[in-house]
């Protein structure tokens, strides 16, 4: 069974630095692009940055670029995002998701981890 299971998540200041981690079990993922999620109360589910299953090619929507970093350990099946200089706008539940190998579409999907930021 696939399993994704965020951590990291926490209350910080304007300014401040987080890492999230996923740790996804259940199968490798070595071949699955793999992706972070953020959603805001009321508000659809946004892409926020993404990376290739060898780990090679990442992108970012555009506020965060500059200030987040996805990274991967395949060896320890662990999807990792980055945030540094975090705005009050970044508050949201970050969900981490992942593609069957090979594919495009995110199938498995994690179950939240709150970041609050005050400003």
């Known amino acids: 069974q696939v399993q994704l299971v965020e951590s990291g998540g926490g209350l910080v200041q304007a300014g401040d630095s987080l890492r999230l981690s996923c740790t996804a079990s259940?199968?490798?993922?070595?071949?699955?692009?793999m992706a972070w999620f953020r959603q805001t109360p009321g508000k659809g589910r946004w892409f926020v940055a993404g990376?290739?299953?060898?780990?090679?090619?990442?992108n970012y929507v555009d506020s965060v670029k500059g200030r987040f970093t996805i990274s991967r350990d395949n060896a320890k099946n662990i999807l990792y995002l980055q945030m540094n200089s975090l705005k009050a706008e970044d508050t949201a539940v970050y969900y981490c998701?992942?593609?069957?190998?090979?594919?495009?579409?995110?199938?498995?999907w994690g179950q939240g981890t709150q970041v609050t930021v005050s400003s």
């Open positions: 259940g199968r490798t993922f070595s071949t699955s692009r």
């Open positions: 998701a992942a593609t069957q190998p090979y594919r495009a579409v995110y199938e498995y």
């Open positions: 990376i290739s299953g060898d780990g090679q090619s990442t």
